[in-house]
């Protein structure tokens, strides 16, 4: 009997000892061998063990409990690591064993003892993300016969197997028989070891993959407790140990918020290659569609500094969370003689921005901010169409969306559709009575049919809502209207004001600051780290060993030389520093960023949630 064991990874979730788990190996007869066919995908692989365990248990194909796992199988899927040769399925075995077993090919089997087991979705969502994250990052067990034919072995090699984890030990055995030791490198491991750590490994992976499709993670720890009752078995960690693990990863992941904070505050002083690098790490930690959407975001922020594609309608683009900031256009600021590479660069950044926003709604489909911004950055490209069905995509999703219906309207006036355009602009004025783009567009379309009146109008009412005085646009409607163009003053020492209040400034060296509660490397390559203050709210971004960003949030009693703190209100702060150079739009409210001070300030429903001064 010849156990075809590559093509089997044996999950027996926590269970004590393989005989209260699933056994999910199988055993070919030496003549079936013979019906192999010449060369096996992973796939194929992984059919055979699939193949088999179905015909000894059976499946439970319908009822409460089939849909049930397919409900949270679909939520789950979007948000896993995709391998394109690997279409990831669940089901359920009709047996009460508490156990699950993940096949090479994205075959994933649960028992009906371990989905009862389970008390709510959340639990049953970290079971499935365990044995989904077994397949995706290649950890499919490696048992395998020393007699397995060698055109098999070989096969394993030419797929990729090897590199992916599936084979690296050809000559390993299942688990419980493995005595002897192995050389990885220079350390020598026991094949339990290896598969103690792949354990390890996997519940971190599910723990994001079930986090980033909405579940509570959390409940992980008493799932734990009703799984596990006795002792660990030979191939797997103690419960103990996992809790450990998991909640040293989740810690973790929580530090690196800090990366990404840090990505939110250099896109709002427009250092966008600062900005790539914090989004790209914390991806590496917690590859979310927001996360994806702030990449792509940022691409396209920065392609429209190196090219302002040609037409002369504004648009705008939304923002994804709460927490990430708008994007807009900008104007060209190079020399007439770098125009083609300046073009050039753009494309390349424009087609980054459009992978990401594209990878955002892959993992989640009900985002209307992707879906707007990706129609945005394809009107960009001039590919109009293909920008039309996505911001009708991002309106069906959320019809109240007045940037959407703003870049819609562009998308009917750049095709010739003055009427559909106009009465798309209309309904973006009339949704957000402060949103200014809308008024310049529609100046704009009764330019083009000789009603100079209605222009002019439309043309002051967007000067007025404009809040971004340095904006070419505003340049452009206030030369239309003959008035001069507005010069703001220099801040020159109002900039050390706005942070005169604060124990730490700007500018410090790191080495005068006090203690922190803790600190974090945040970008290596950069210099930059972070310095936590926890009791008076403070996180400060080193960069150089010096102070580069303060920034004050949660319940901090810190506030600006003028008054400002956490919870002033949009009119205290106009009243303080007057309009504010840019305000950045995001999915839950804005950010006023007045450049000249280096302050900028984070709002939500109009009230200060945080702010920070920088270098």
């Known amino acids: 009997m010849i156990r075809l064991g ?26 079936d061998l013979a019906r192999l066919p010449a060369k096996l995908s992973e796939a194929e692989i992984g059919a055979y063990g699939a193949a088999y365990v179905k015909e000894r ?42 156990g699950a077993c993940a096949y090479p090919g994205g075959f994933v ?55 992916r984890g599936f084979a690296a030990e050809i000559a390993a055995r299942l688990c419980e028989e493995v005595k002897g030791k192995r050389e990885v490198g220079t350390v020598i491991v026991t094949a339990q070891e290896i598969r103690k750590e792949k354990e390890l490994q996997a519940d971190e992976t599910g723990i994001v993959y079930a986090s980033i499709a909405g579940y509570d993670a959390s409940t992980v720890y008493s799932l734990l407790d009703r799984l596990v009752t006795n002792g660990p078995s030979p191939c797997h960690p103690s419960k103990e140990e996992r809790k450990r693990r998991i909640a040293q990863h989740v810690q973790g992941i929580v530090d690196r918020l800090h990366l990404f904070d840090a990505g939110i505050g250099y896109f709002m002083r427009r250092d966008y290659e600062i900005v790539l690098d914090a989004f790209r790490n914390f991806l590496s930690v917690y590859p979310s569609p927001e996360v994806h959407h702030n990449l792509g ?16 309608k504004k648009t705008k683009c939304s923002a994804a ?64 169409t293909f920008a039309q069905a996505h911001l009708e995509e991002a309106l069906k999703a959320n019809p109240r969306h007045a940037m959407a219906q703003n870049n819609l309207g562009v998308v009917f006036l750049l095709a010739g559709a003055r009427d559909r355009g106009v009465a798309r602009l209309e309904e973006a004025a009339r949704l957000d009575a402060g949103y200014a783009d809308p008024h310049f567009n529609l100046a704009q379309a009764w ?13 002051q009412r967007y000067v007025k809502l404009a809040s971004q005085r340095s904006s070419p646009y505003v340049q452009m409607a206030r030369e239309q209207l003959g008035l001069a163009q507005e010069k703001r003053a220099a801040g020159g020492g109002r900039a050390d004001r706005a942070s005169s209040s604060l124990p730490i400034r700007p500018g410090q060296d790191a080495k005068s600051l006090a203690l922190p509660d803790r600190e974090l490397t945040l970008l290596l390559n950069r210099r930059i780290h972070a310095r936590v203050y926890e009791s008076i709210g403070l996180t400060v971004l080193l960069r150089d060993s010096r102070v580069d960003q303060v920034s004050v949030n949660g319940r901090s009693k810190q506030r600006t030389a003028e008054g400002i703190g956490i919870g002033s209100d949009a009119k205290q702060i106009v009243a303080q520093y007057g309009d504010p150079d840019r305000v950045e739009e995001t999915g839950s409210g804005k950010y006023l960023v007045y450049e000249d001070l280096r302050l900028v300030f984070a709002l939500r429903e109009a009230k200060v949630t945080s702010w920070f001064v920088y270098r």
């Not at 199988?73 to 009460?96: A, F, I, M």
């Not at 395998?144 to 098999?152: A, D, H, K, T, Y």
């Not at 975001?297 to 040609?310: D, G, I, Q, V």
């Open 321 to 384: 969370l709460e927490t990430t900031s708008a994007a807009e256009r900008l104007r060209l600021r190079g020399a007439a003689d770098r125009l083609s590479e300046n073009r050039e660069r753009f494309e390349e950044l424009l087609n980054q921005a459009v992978d990401h926003y594209k990878k955002a709604i892959e993992m989640n489909p009900a985002s209307w901010p992707a879906y707007a911004n990706l129609g945005c950055a394809l009107l960009d490209q001039g590919k109009n």
């Open 109 to 163: 089997f649960l028992t009906r003892g371990l989905v009862e087991l389970a008390q709510n979705d959340d639990e049953l969502a970290i079971v499935i993300a365990h044995e989904l994250a077994h397949i995706a990052i290649g950890q499919t067990d490696r048992p395998i016969e020393q007699e397995l034919p060698p055109r098999v072995e070989k096969r394993l090699v030419e797929i990729g197997a090897a590199g």
């Open 57 to 98: 248990i059976g499946l439970i194909k319908e009822g409460p409990m089939a849909d049930r796992v397919k409900r949270i199988t679909s939520r789950l899927l979007p948000v896993v690591r995709k391998r394109p040769e690997v279409v990831y399925t669940v089901e359920v075995l009709d047996t009460g064993v508490k």
């Open 447 to 459: 330019s083009l049919r000789g009603d100079k009146k209605r222009s002019r109008a439309a043309l």
């Open 6 to 31: 590559i093509a089997v990874y044996c999950m027996i979730l926590l269970a004590a000892s393989s005989a209260e788990g699933l056994d999910c190996a199988f055993r070919l007869r030496e003549k």
């Open 297 to 312: 975001l940022t691409y396209h922020r920065l392609a429209l500094s190196h090219f302002e594609p040609p037409q002369r």
